[in-house]
């Protein structure tokens, strides 16, 4: 069965620093590997997708995540957070296009000034 | 253009009511799906409806949780029987291809 995880439950970055969010995933095949952000109260944003390709992809708002196959990872990295990234980041997988989602647990980013 | 909406955003319950949660899905994605977020739980999948066909059902956590989609296009959640466990944010999703985007949520609340 697919599987999710991401090992960081909360992360706390200063203003300017670099950021890093880990995210290990469970499938036999390729995935179709994605990024949400959440706000508070806000509904689930996409950030980036991966299908295939080119394993480093681009995504919203500086976001990059690179897909490494022999980790089963697709880390989301931003080089200089700003105050405005806190939110929480959801990692998730599907076995092909269009269908249902599984989603890590999710990671809460705060930044301090 | 407008995106997924639901109502109500809020919907607070006595347990053992039955509750209708409904999503209306950006126009002409004949994708939809269900999900919810709850604190000990995260994001589950509920229940994907796509285009004609029958729907993936494989999430529905108990025979008290059913949907149906109209005319291809809204689509509404109903929890029979409501129980303290149902608190929780659901989300609905539409897609196109290969995209879901979701709708800002119904916070439900069993009392």
């Known amino acids: 069965a697919q599987s999710v995880t991401q090992p960081d439950i909360h992360i706390t970055v200063s203003e300017g620093a670099s950021l890093e969010l880990r995210c290990n995933y469970s499938?036999?095949?390729?995935?179709?590997l994605f990024w949400y952000v959440q706000s508070p109260g806000q509904g689930l944003q996409l950030l980036l997708k991966y299908f295939s390709g080119d394993t480093l992809v681009q995504g919203i708002k500086g976001f990059e995540a690179e897909f490494k196959r022999s980790q089963s990872s697709f880390n989301l990295r931003k080089p200089s957070v700003h105050w405005s990234d806190a939110a929480e980041y959801f990692c998730?997988?599907?076995?092909?296009?269009?269908?249902?989602?599984?989603f890590g647990k999710g990671t809460t980013l705060s930044v301090s000034s | 253009g407008a995106g997924v909406s639901q109502s109500p955003s809020n919907k607070v319950t006595e347990k053992g009511k039955d509750v209708e949660l409904r999503c209306d899905p950006i126009s002409g994605h004949t994708a939809l799906y269900w999900y919810r977020q709850s604190l000990g739980q995260g994001l589950e999948f509920l229940i994907y409806?796509?285009?004609?066909?029958?729907?993936?059902k494989s999430g529905l956590p108990s025979d008290r949780f059913s949907a149906e989609r109209t005319g291809g296009s809204v689509s509404t959640l109903t929890i029979q029987r409501t129980q303290q466990e149902d608190s929780a944010v659901y989300l609905c999703a539409s897609s196109a291809t290969n995209e879901q985007f979701f709708g800002p949520g119904t916070r439900l609340t069993v009392l």
């Open positions: 998730a997988v599907g076995k092909q296009a269009g269908t249902a989602l599984i």
């Open positions: 499938y036999g095949a390729t995935p179709y």
């Open positions: 409806f796509q285009g004609n066909s029958a729907p993936d």
